[in-house]
């Protein structure tokens, strides 16, 4: 008779199994839903998506707007996430719940706040509109609530990252050579970019998504400053346009689009992360 | 020849001061920093690091003053406990790392010397999360040497080390201390590496300097309540201890042999007797096996002692856990203390 399997052993094969469902079951709800409707649309009509004028000008802007969206929030999120990881102060709990406010408030609301911050009854509106600055309808508009709504992922992935790095390896390379900002270069850095990546692609990914803000402050976006393209709209607020226009047959195509495009850009993205490791670790100094 | 001097070097960190901590240290020189956990050895290091700022006091190496001079610019070799390898780089990209601090051509020839010097060539290109413990204790020592320190600062070397590799490295460390002469601090709990490697003993008690000597007062010196313990005394008793008991008659008998800072007897002079022998009667109350017997913990009269017992041919049967048994203490082998007041 073959032996009895101790408790302990069988409690953590009844853990794993749940676990293996738990993930599976995540999976089908995170994949089903897309699978749906990306299978909705017969191929030909793909094409006829990607051959529309209105949303190729829309995505492209959407891409333009959340690029430079990512690139705010890190700018701003990526120090302020050191600071949190690093620095203790008097409020700190508060501090990291206004981080995450963004996330808590409908965004709808955010496109609301930011109308009336830029209403010219408002001390700010005014200053920005005696500078003549536009900002309803153009991309400021939309890059400003692409940012809000997203900073709160760079912060909080950057503050993970940062909380990582191991004190005593930043003390030991400053005894061994390195001044402080050699030692961020060389040790903090690469140990925390991977999370610090992780929080751009959330930001991008929160970026392109969004619609309540942008259909209350850009519904249409037209052309201004450096930007000088075609009038268009953010691609979720024209997306919204198709499917009210014609439904789900006249939404579906352009969707598939652009979630395909968004999952082959998360994809590159990682992968060019992890290409960049391994260059990097190429590049280490061997006999 | 290099000479490090502190002097009145003092530092707080979290409520906690150090010091004034005044010690010298030249060519060849090692010292170990021995003391509870908590007295500030760790801080000391890392003040003589320039980690953490010191609020009074020099460092000054060669006459320069370093006092205020950043961690970089000391040429130190730190060994932290934790040996904080850096964990995105290989087993060559921690070795070589001085070295590419140090120049920007660095001299692949002198890293492969590090590596093979170390038995570490084979695992150059290795993540050293891959590594066991005595390969990680070498990757930090061939770092702290690429860094051509003129000072080495060691926190617990050889700590969470199986005996083979401890006593393996700890004749490598020798042999490094030997041939490079470079000044050596080195924090231990442990006495066979403060005698392996250092020449003085450096005693902190609450970040005060309580004692500073040379280690071989550990053998055949005077030596405190904290020394003894330090070398593995299992029965040390303060004297301040015994005067509130010394009603009962094993107190008594230890009082009367006590020297002003009390005695240490080693459970090997503390034997078994049978019931016609003078001695003191106490029961057992926990037994730990030994390479050579048994170490007992006997309570007499209200106090735990340490006895080893030695099962002779004939006598094979093992006191039990709470049985009674008579003690005799070798008069011969109590080793009488000093004062712990300006010493540990």
């Keep these: 008779m073959a032996p009895a399997r101790p408790a302990s052993a069988l409690g953590s094969r009844i853990g794993r199994a749940a676990a293996v469902v738990a993930a599976i079951s995540l999976g089908a709800l995170i994949v089903v839903p897309v699978l749906a409707l990306v299978t909705y649309s017969p191929f030909g009509s793909l094409a006829g998506a990607v051959q529309d004028r209105g949303f190729r000008d829309a995505v492209v802007f959407t891409l333009e707007a959340s690029g430079l969206a990512v690139a705010a929030a890190l700018l701003l999120g990526v120090p302020s996430g050191y600071l949190l990881a690093r620095r203790n102060f008097r409020g700190k709990s508060i501090v990291e719940a206004l981080v995450t406010l963004p996330i808590l408030i409908p965004h709808l609301l955010v496109g609301v706040a930011l109308v009336v911050l830029f209403d010219r009854e408002t001390l700010f509106g005014s200053v920005v509109v005696r500078l003549g600055i536009p900002f309803l309808n153009t991309i400021y508009a939309v890059v400003a609530v692409m940012t809000y709504v997203s900073v709160s992922y760079a912060v909080t992935a950057s503050q993970l990252a940062f909380q990582t790095v191991d004190p005593d390896l930043l003390e030991a390379s400053r005894t061994l050579g390195a001044s402080p900002a050699t030692a961020f270069r060389t040790i903090t850095l690469p140990i925390a970019v991977r999370g610090i990546v992780t929080g751009g692609v959330l930001a991008w990914g929160r970026s392109v998504s969004e619609v309540g803000g942008l259909l209350i402050v850009a519904y249409t976006v037209y052309p201004v400053g450096p930007w000088a393209g075609p009038i268009t709209s953010p691609a979720s607020v024209y997306l919204y346009n198709l499917y009210t226009i014609g439904g789900l047959p006249g939404a579906a195509p352009a969707a598939t689009i652009f979630i395909l495009l968004g999952f082959a850009i998360f994809v590159t993205v990682r992968l060019l992360e992890r290409l960049g490791r391994v260059v990097w670790r190429r590049q280490e100094f061997l006999p | ?344």
């Design chain 2, 1 to 344: 020849m290099t000479s490090w001097s502190l002097s009145g070097l003092s530092s707080r960190v979290d409520g906690f001061t150090l010091g004034p901590i005044d010690l010298r240290l030249d060519t060849g020189g090692a010292v170990a920093v021995i003391g509870r956990s908590g007295v500030g050895k760790t801080t000391l290091l890392r003040t003589i690091a320039g980690l953490l700022p010191p609020t009074a006091g020099r460092i000054e190496r060669d006459g320069e003053d370093l006092t205020r001079v950043p961690p970089e610019r000391r040429r130190l070799g730190y060994i932290p406990q934790s040996l904080a390898l850096f964990p995105h780089r290989s087993v060559a990209g921690n070795v070589g790392y001085p070295l590419e601090r140090r120049t920007t051509a660095p001299d692949p020839a002198e890293l492969r010397a590090l590596l093979d010097r170390f038995s570490l060539a084979h695992l150059a290109g290795r993540p050293t999360s891959r590594l066991s413990g005595g390969e990680r204790q070498r990757v930090a020592i061939a770092r702290a040497l690429a860094a051509a320190p003129s000072l080495l600062l060691w926190d617990e070397p050889l700590s969470a080390l199986d005996p083979t590799a401890r006593s393996s490295l700890a004749e490598l460390l020798g042999g490094v201390q030997r041939d490079e002469g470079i000044p050596l601090v080195v924090v231990t709990h442990d006495p066979e590496v403060a005698f392996a490697l250092a020449d003085r003993l450096l005693v902190l008690d609450a970040g005060r300097m309580a004692f500073v000597g040379p280690t071989t007062q550990l053998v055949d010196g005077e030596l405190t309540a904290f020394l003894a313990r330090f070398i593995g005394y299992e029965n040390v008793i303060g004297r301040d201890e015994l005067r509130p008991h010394a009603a009962t008659a094993l107190d008594a008998w230890l009082l009367e042999r006590a020297g002003p800072g009390g005695l240490a007897i080693s459970a090997e002079a503390v034997g078994l007797v049978d019931d016609a022998s003078p001695g003191f009667v106490g029961r057992v109350r926990q037994l730990s096996p030994r390479p050579d017997g048994v170490d007992l913990r006997v309570e007499v009269e209200g106090r735990t002692v340490v006895a080893r017992y030695r099962p002779l041919a004939g006598a094979v049967t093992y006191p039990r856990s709470g049985s009674p048994v008579r003690l005799q203490v070798d008069e011969k082998r109590i080793r009488r203390l000093a004062p712990s007041v300006g010493a540990a």
